[in-house]
C-alpha cells in the first residue's frame, strides 16, 4: 500500500490511510489493485469495531439508546460533510464511525440476551426442562436444564435454563430426556474477586438464569410439546450424546473419554488426572474443539476428496479438482460443527474453515491476515462478548501471530524444490517446531494473564505429541466417523485409542518433569488491553508501528510485574482471608475457618500466584480472639474481625481495618469509625471485597465497582 502511495506522490494523513479502503470507492477495471492496496485498511476497519465493543464491556454504565443514537447521527453526518476534506478529519471521522459501530451492536446484543434470572437468595424450586447438556463437575456430574416449567413461579419470571450439580450417586438420567427435579439455586454469582473472571456475565450472555443442586435424582418424564426451535435442539443433543455413548462403550478403557470428546465435544467421561497432565504439559488445547480440530479434520477430507478426484485423469484435465473437494470440506466443517455442540469456540473455528474454502473457491489467497479479520467480524457481530474471553483472544492471536511468521518465512526460503521422504520429514518437524514455538509465544501473555500459570516445557509437549495427533488422531477421528453408520468402528476406534495412548503418556512424562509450570501473579485490569493493542500492533502495523507496539508490550510487562496484589480478602457472606509472611518469605494463607468458599479463596490464591501455599486458621496462629472479635497484624496494620456489631465503636477506634462478618454496623458506628470499616451492608452493595494494605492507606475495592450498573450484575436484580 505504501508502494502505490509513493508511487502517486500522495501523502495521505495515517487516520486515512487505515480506513480509507473502507469507502465504497471500488471500480470493476481497478478492482484487483484496489483490493491488494487496501488489505491494511480493511484490517484497521476491524479493529476500530473490536476497540467499540471493547470501550462498551469497560463502561462503568449502560449505554443508553437514545446516546448511542444519537452519537451515530453525529457521526455518520460528520463522515458526510468531510467526505471531499483533504484535512485528516474525514478518516478520523470514519475511525470513530466504525468505533460506535461496534459499541452499538455490543448494546444490541446485550439487550437481545437479556432474559428471567432466578433471586439472588438461595431458594428451593422444582423445575421441569429437558437436559440439553451433562458435564463433569468434580467427582459428580451436573446439568443444563432448559426450562419448561417452574412450580409456584410466575411464567414470565421463568429462566430459559439453569445448572444443577446433580447430588444423586447413581443418577441415570439422559441428555435429551425431559426431567422433574427439586433442588435448590440462585442467581449466577458475581466475581469471587474484583477484577476476576464473572461467572454472571458469562451466564448472562449464555441465558443461563441460576445455578444450584439437586435434592436428589431427577425424574424421567414424558417428552413434553416443545417448539421447532427446541425440538430440533433437542433432537441434536439426542443424537451427540447418543453417539458419544456407543464410542465411549466401544473404545479402549483409558482412552475412551478423551475419544469421545475430540469425536462428539462431550467431555464428561475424560478422567480428571488426564486434564491435569494434558494442562500442564502444555497439551490443553486439544481437550477444546477449535480452530486446531476444525483444521485438521475439515482439511484432511479436502486433502483426500483433491487425492481421490486427482487420480481420475479425464476430471483433473477439466476443472480445478480443489474447488469440488473444497465442498466436500465444508460439509465436513458443518457436519462437525454440529456434532461437537456448536460452542462459541467452535463456531469461530467455523467461520474461519469456510473462509478458507471459499477463498479456494474463488481463486483467492486461502490463508491472511485479510481472511483472519473477516472471520473474527463476523464472530464479532455474533458474539461481541467472545471479544472479552480467553478463547477468542488466544485463538486469533496464535492464528494472526502464525501468518505473519509464515509470510516472512516465505520471502526468504528457497523456492520450491522436490525433496525426498528424509527432507520431507525434516521440513515437516521444522514447520511443526516452528508452530509451536510461534502459538505459544503468541497466547503466552493472555493464557497468563487469565489464568495465572503458564507451561514451561508446552513446546516439549507438543512437540512429542502433535505429529501423531495431527497425523493420526484426527484422522482415524474422520473414519471412525465414516464408518460408524456401517457399524464397523471398533477397529479405527482402537487404532485411535493407541495413538492417543501415546499423546497420554507424553503429557503424563512431561507433566512430571520439576517446576512444569510457572505461577505468576494477577495483572492489574489496564495491562491486558495494553497488552493486546501491543501485540495488535506488531502483528498489523508497518515497522514504525510495530516498534511501537515492542515498547508498549513491554511497557505492559513492567507494569504487571510491579504490580501489587491484595493482602486480604472478604467473600460476599463474610468470609475472611488474608496472607501472612514468615521471616523466610514464605507466604501462608490464613483463613476463618477451614472449609467453606473454596472457590473463591482458590482465586485468591491464584490471583497472588501462590497457588500450592500453605492454608491455616488465623485462629491457630497469632490472631487474639475472643468470643466477639479477633485482631490480628496484616502487612503491619491492625486488622479487627468482628462476629457483633456490638464491638464497633471500640474496634474503630483502636484498629485500621474493621471487618464485620454477620450483620451490619449501626449508622452512628459507621458515621463515627474512624477505620475502613467492611459489613454486611457494603458487601451486599458492592460483592466481594479485595483490601490492598500499605503503609500510607488501605484501599478496598469490590467485586462489583465496575459491573454494577451492568445488566449482569446482582445489582441489577
Known amino acids: 500500500m505504501m508502494g502505490g502511495m509513493n508511487s502517486q506522490n500522495t501523502k495521505m494523513p495515517w487516520s486515512s490511510v487505515w480506513i480509507a479502503g473502507l469507502r465504497p470507492a471500488f471500480r470493476l477495471q481497478n478492482l484487483s489493485v484496489r483490493a491488494r492496496d487496501y488489505v491494511p485498511t480493511v484490517l484497521g476497519g476491524v479493529v476500530c469495531f473490536g476497540i467499540g465493543i471493547a470501550i462498551y464491556f469497560a463502561a462503568p454504565f449502560e449505554p ?3 446516546w448511542i443514537c444519537a452519537i451515530g447521527l453525529v457521526l455518520a453526518v460528520a463522515v458526510w460533510a468531510t467526505r471531499k476534506d483533504a484535512a485528516p478529519w474525514h478518516g478520523w471521522a470514519l475511525v470513530a464511525l466504525l468505533i460506535w459501530v461496534g459499541a452499538a451492536r455490543a448494546n444490541w446484543h446485550t439487550a437481545a440476551a437479556d432474559s428471567p434470572k432466578l433471586r439472588q437468595s438461595e431458594r428451593s424450586y422444582s423445575f421441569t426442562g429437558w437436559v440439553e447438556a451433562i458435564e463433569r463437575s468434580g467427582t459428580g456430574e451436573r446439568i443444563h436444564l432448559r426450562i419448561t416449567e417452574v412450580e409456584r413461579l410466575p411464567e414470565a419470571a421463568w429462566p430459559k435454563s439453569v445448572r444443577l450439580r446433580i447430588t444423586a450417586k447413581n443418577s441415570d438420567v439422559k441428555a435429551g430426556q425431559t ?24 451466564a448472562y450472555f449464555q441465558e443461563i438464569g441460576g445455578f444450584g443442586f439437586t435434592y436428589g435424582a431427577p425424574q424421567v ?7 421447532l426451535r427446541d425440538k430440533l435442539s433437542r433432537a441434536v443433543v439426542r443424537w451427540r450424546y447418543g453417539l458419544a455413548e456407543r464410542i465411549y462403550a466401544e473404545a479402549p478403557t483409558e482412552t475412551a473419554g478423551l475419544q469421545t470428546a475430540l469425536i462428539t465435544g462431550v467431555r464428561r467421561y475424560i478422567p480428571p488426572n488426564q486434564v491435569e497432565d494434558l494442562r500442564v504439559s502444555g497439551l490443553a488445547h486439544i481437550l477444546a474443539i477449535s480452530g486446531l480440530h476444525m483444521g485438521l479434520l475439515a482439511g484432511g477430507v479436502f486433502s483426500a476428496v483433491t487425492f481421490l478426484l486427482a487420480c481420475i485423469p479425464w476430471l483433473a484435465r477439466r476443472m480445478d479438482v480443489r474447488k469440488p473437494a473444497a465442498m466436500f470440506g465444508i460439509a465436513a466443517a458443518m457436519t462437525y460443527l454440529v456434532l461437537s455442540g456448536a460452542s462459541v469456540a467452535t463456531q469461530r473455528a467455523f467461520i474461519m474453515a469456510i473462509i478458507v474454502f471459499l477463498a479456494v473457491i474463488l481463486d483467492r489467497r486461502a490463508l491472511s491476515l485479510r481472511s483472519v479479520a473477516l472471520a473474527a467480524l463476523i464472530t464479532l457481530a455474533l458474539h461481541p462478548e467472545a471479544l472479552v474471553s480467553v478463547g477468542f483472544q488466544m485463538s486469533f492471536a496464535a492464528v494472526a ?3 505473519v511468521t509464515y509470510q516472512a518465512w516465505q520471502r526468504y526460503r528457497p523456492a520450491y524444490v522436490r525433496h525426498g521422504l528424509f527432507r520431507r520429514g525434516v521440513n515437516f518437524m521444522t514447520s511443526l517446531s516452528v508452530t509451536s514455538f510461534v502459538a505459544g509465544l503468541a497466547t503466552g501473555g493472555f493464557a497468563l494473564f487469565h489464568f495465572n500459570r503458564i507451561a514451561r516445557y508446552g513446546l516439549l509437549g507438543n512437540l512429542a505429541a502433535m505429529p501423531i495427533f495431527s497425523l493420526a488422531v484426527m484422522p482415524l477421528a474422520v473414519v471412525v466417523l465414516l464408518t460408524i453408520p456401517l457399524g464397523l468402528e471398533y477397529w479405527p476406534l482402537q487404532m485411535m485409542g493407541a495413538a492417543i495412548s501415546y499423546i497420554l503418556a507424553a503429557a503424563h512424562w512431561v507433566a512430571g518433569l520439576e517446576g512444569v509450570v510457572f505461577y505468576a501473579a494477577s495483572a492489574p485490569s489496564y495491562v491486558l488491553p495494553l497488552f493486546s493493542a501491543a501485540f495488535v500492533a506488531i502483528c498489523l502495523g508497518p515497522k514504525w508501528v510495530r516498534g511501537a507496539g515492542a515498547m508498549f508490550m513491554a511497557l505492559s510487562l513492567l507494569l504487571w510485574g510491579a504490580a501489587k496484589t491484595p493482602h486480604l ?8 482471608a488474608f496472607w501472612q509472611t514468615d521471616d523466610l518469605g514464605e507466604m501462608t494463607l490464613l483463613t476463618d475457618r477451614s472449609r467453606g468458599d473454596r472457590y473463591g479463596r482458590d482465586q485468591f490464591a491464584r490471583q497472588a500466584g501462590e497457588v500450592g501455599a500453605v492454608r491455616g486458621r488465623y485462629e491457630d ?9 479477633c485482631r490480628v497484624m496484616v502487612n503491619g496494620r491492625k486488622v479487627s474481625i468482628l462476629q457483633h456489631p456490638s464491638e464497633v465503636p471500640e474496634e474503630c477506634d483502636a484498629s485500621d481495618l474493621v471487618v464485620l462478618t454477620v450483620r451490619s454496623a449501626g449508622p452512628v458506628a459507621r458515621r463515627n469509625c474512624s477505620a475502613k470499616l467492611i459489613d454486611e451492608r457494603t458487601l451486599r452493595a458492592g460483592g466481594a471485597a479485595s483490601v490492598h494494605i500499605t503503609e500510607a492507606e488501605i484501599k478496598i475495592s469490590y467485586a462489583r465497582d465496575k459491573d454494577r450498573n451492568r445488566p449482569w450484575s446482582h445489582a441489577q436484580r
Open 621 to 629: 496462629g497469632e490472631a487474639l480472639c475472643d468470643q466477639l472479635a
Open 401 to 403: 501471530a502464525l501468518i
Open 221 to 227: 418424564l414424558d417428552d413434553v410439546e416443545l417448539g
Open 64 to 66: 443508553s439508546w437514545v
Open 569 to 576: 480478602r472478604v467473600s460476599d457472606v463474610g468470609r475472611v
Open 179 to 202: 426431567v422433574r427435579v427439586r433442588g435448590a439455586a440462585k442467581a449466577p454469582s458475581d466475581a469471587a474477586l474484583p477484577g476476576g473472571y464473572n461467572p454472571a456475565r458469562a
